[in-house]
């Protein structure tokens, strides 16, 4: 299975600031089939990215992904309050589906 | 408003059995295929099965092939996964998640539930 290893693990940060999140597959991932999610404890997860860099529907243009082959970026442009949370990598292109272990973003 | 709810995580022992539902609404259940999905303590989240429209074709996770069964009713805009045999290591948070792609399967997920505990101790 493709593992998905994200660094790093916790990152302390302030409101305003830029964010880059890293995602490393351990295989190529096909097909650009890759996506990120932010998730809060008590809540359900949200869709931010897949193919990569296309932004789910209702997702902040201060969210981006990129990358391509093994290694991806989300990256958060100006951190908002509200964008203090857990985030996830996924890749879909070959089963089984997997996802990172992924990456605190807090205050 | 779009959502989904699941229920039915609760503290079994060993070897017990367990059924979660996820009820849907907002949205045309039945154009969409289906999916659990869990994260255990300290764990990454982890696919578990997946149902096609009409439930005419169904996936597990070797983890839990054969113990696991998943189902839908599109009548009452729920999916239901019954759990049997559990182990210690189906302890999670267990997710019900809409597949982006609707009735084509695109494996990833832009609706998901808040989870439901599922403990499985002694």
């Known amino acids: 299975e493709n593992v998905l290893t994200q660094s790093p693990g916790t990152l302390s940060l302030s409101p305003g600031e830029r964010v880059t999140l890293s995602c490393r597959a351990s295989q190529s991932v096909d097909s650009n089939y890759f996506a990120w999610y932010q998730a809060k404890r008590g809540q359900a997860p949200r869709l931010l990215i897949y193919g990569i860099s296309i932004r789910a529907t209702g997702i902040p243009d201060r969210f981006s992904g990129s990358g391509s082959g093994t290694d991806f970026t989300l990256t958060i442009n100006r951190l908002e309050p509200e964008d203090f949370a857990l985030y996830y990598c996924q890749q879909y292109g070959s089963p089984p589906l997997t996802f990172g272990g992924g990456t605190k973003v807090e205050l | 408003e779009v959502q989904m709810v699941e229920s039915g995580g609760d503290l079994v022992q060993p070897g017990e059995s367990l059924r979660l539902s996820c009820a849907a609404s907002?949205?045309?259940?039945?154009?969409?295929?289906m999916n659990w999905l869990r994260q255990a303590p300290g764990k990454g989240l982890e696919w578990v099965s997946y149902?096609?429209?009409?439930?005419?074709?169904?996936y597990y996770a070797d983890s839990v092939k054969g113990r696991f069964s998943i189902s839908r009713d599109d009548g009452k805009n729920s999916l239901y996964l019954q759990m049997n045999s559990l182990r210690e290591e189906d302890t999670a948070v267990y997710y019900c998640?809409?597949?982006?792609?609707?009735?084509?399967?695109?494996?990833?997920?832009?609706?998901w539930g808040r989870g439901t505990l599922v403990t499985v101790s002694s």
């Open positions: 998640a809409r597949d982006w792609g609707g009735s084509q399967p695109r494996w990833f997920f832009d609706l």
């Open positions: 907002g949205f045309t259940f039945n154009n969409y295929v």
């Open positions: 149902i096609s429209t009409s439930s005419t074709t169904i």
